[in-house]
């Protein structure tokens, strides 16, 4: 097929990496920045290739004088001496700090965290701290935040298809909020509440035909999918109605969440108002006002330079000005309102680290050429890529280089040819075995959707502050896989 394959097959012996001196490898020379593959239309050749846009990274990561990346203080360099790559690193700080910027911009409303994005005991205590409250979707998740101490009337129960288990375990220990979804579901809290002899508070989660521009798998309002009730179809106002009705059943309100990773935000003010409207008609019918509404999740973040999010500030300013002039147009008092941002707190506070393995230049044909760079994750710890052709952005994390930049690729060790990281990226041209590379933007659903692809153990997730290491989650061990494997032995 003409293609041809050059490139460095060096591989490091045990603890070469930390080796000082090393000698600077002729890598790929084929490589010529002029004959590479054209960066793709959207992403723009850096002026400086080892400068830190302050949109991707975390507030505490900056460039030491000598070119080394630092996240809070500690030099990565350590960080992966001292825990080893790939892993997870969240900068504590920054975490806090979104936390707080999105409970104070939306100040009087209710801001529940996203545990999905990503969920430690140790994070859910931070959320708590923070003020923020959380959504749980799994009984594994609920599992987190019940042993993290968190406050069960904190917490708000997601899922259309939540089993028996999870319901009973959120309804004994008394969790805030369980959002119905489906008909099932309702006849399943009625006969557990029975059995229980309490009342559960419920919301009920509704479409609202909402087209998010987001990708197909992350949208959830427009009409056919599996998450809530329609509002056109009038199947929200029926099940709304069943739960009122329900004596076991205490409805507060009604819940919408748009999809995630959106930056329109005219999608969460069409869906605040299609919510509010289906309020009014609710109270029209029943003479009661529900006192709640949750607007879900989904604020985007920058996961290239060129994505451009809504600050909390500018969305709580339109938000609050879209639901006040509904509210008088339908005579409704202000519901409480709730949202659920997620990605836009744990997402930007933390990066992947990797060490680079091989570099290699692949002949497209036409005289251009493209540089994949592999590291030793991929697909199994951050599946964003392949699953939603998700964009991610790199740099070159343990010095600085004065090489020109090349778009280069960089994948993973898999065994797929969609273990891509990074689809397109500007990266020095001198990137080596043994350098390592950091993936900013990587805090949220990157290790909670990680996997064991390959018998490849999950990296650890370690917080930064003051220079100081904490570990949320160890790495796994292949110790750790060969328990689960029944016939392994001794
Ligand atoms: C996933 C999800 C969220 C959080 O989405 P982000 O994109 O992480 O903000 C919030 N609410 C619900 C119901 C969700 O399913």
């Known amino acids: 097929m003409g293609v041809t394959i050059t490139g460095s097959g ?32 959207w992403l723009t050749r850096p002026d400086d ?28 360099t350590d960080l992966a001496e001292q825990v080893g790559t790939p892993a997870y690193v969240v900068d504590e700080l920054d975490l806090r700090e979104r936390a707080r910027a999105w409970r104070e911009a939306f100040r009087g409303w209710t801001v529940y965290y996203a545990g999905k994005s990503f969920l430690s005991t140790t994070v859910a205590r931070w959320i708590a701290e923070e003020g923020l409250h959380l959504d749980v979707c799994s009984l594994g998740e609920l599992t987190v935040a019940l042993r993290a101490g968190l406050d069960p009337g904190t917490i708000a129960m997601h899922g259309n298809n939540k089993s028996v288990p999870e319901l009973r ?6 969790i805030g909020r369980i959002v119905v979804d489906s ?38 309002a427009h009409e056919d999918q599996k998450f809530g009730f329609s509002i056109l179809s009038g199947q929200a106002m029926g099940s709304m109605l069943r739960c009122y009705r329900s004596p076991r059943l205490n409805l507060v309100g009604i819940h919408s969440h748009i999809g995630s990773q959106i930056f329109d935000t005219d999608g969460f003010e069409v869906a605040a108002k299609r919510t509010l409207r289906l309020l009014a008609q609710f109270a029209q019918e029943t003479g009661v006002e529900l006192p709640e509404l949750d607007l879900g999740g989904g604020f985007g973040i920058a996961y290239t ?4 999010p809504a600050s909390p500030d500018d969305l709580a300013t339109g938000l609050r000005s879209i639901i006040a002039q509904e509210c008088r147009a339908t005579g409704l008092t202000e519901p ?14 933390g990066m992947a680290l990797y060490r680079v393995g091989t570099v290699k230049s692949v002949q497209l044909g036409g005289g251009t050429s493209r540089r994949y760079i592999s590291v030793d994750g991929g697909m199994s710890d951050n599946i964003r890529p392949a699953l939603y052709a998700a964009e991610y952005s790199a740099a070159l994390a343990s010095r600085a280089s004065t090489a020109e930049p090349v778009v280069s690729r960089v994948v993973g060790v898999h065994c797929e040819g969609g273990d891509i990281l990074v689809r397109d990226e500007f990266l020095p041209g001198d990137i080596r075995p043994g350098d390592l590379l950091a993936v900013p933007a990587s805090g949220a659903y990157s290790r ?39 016939g392994a032995g001794e």
């Open 169 to 174: 375990l959120g309804l004994t220990r008394g």
């Open 49 to 76: 290739v080892n400068a830190l846009s302050p949109t991707l990274w975390s507030s505490g990561v900056t460039r030491e004088a000598d070119g080394v990346l630092s996240v809070a203080g500690l030099r990565v």
């Open 183 to 220: 008909d099932d579901e309702i006849t399943r809290l009625e006969w557990l509440c029975d059995e229980l002899d309490i009342t559960a508070q419920v919301m009920i989660r509704v479409t609202t035909g909402v087209e998010a521009h987001t990708h197909e798998y992350i949208a959830t």
């Open 336 to 349: 409480a309102i709730s949202i659920e941002p997620g990605r836009a707190i744990v997402g930007p506070a």
């Open 10 to 41: 060096w591989l490091p012996e045990g603890n070469l990496w930390h080796s000082t001196g090393m000698t600077h490898m002729h890598v790929a020379g084929s490589i010529h920045a002029d004959a590479t593959y054209p960066a793709p239309v």
């Open 448 to 486: 909670s959707m990680a996997s064991n692809y390959n018998h490849t153990p999950r990296p650890p997730v370690v917080s930064v502050r003051d220079a100081r290491i904490t570990t949320l989650i160890r790495r796994e061990t292949l110790e750790d896989l060969l328990a689960l494997d029944a």
């Open 305 to 308: 330079k060129e994505d451009d």
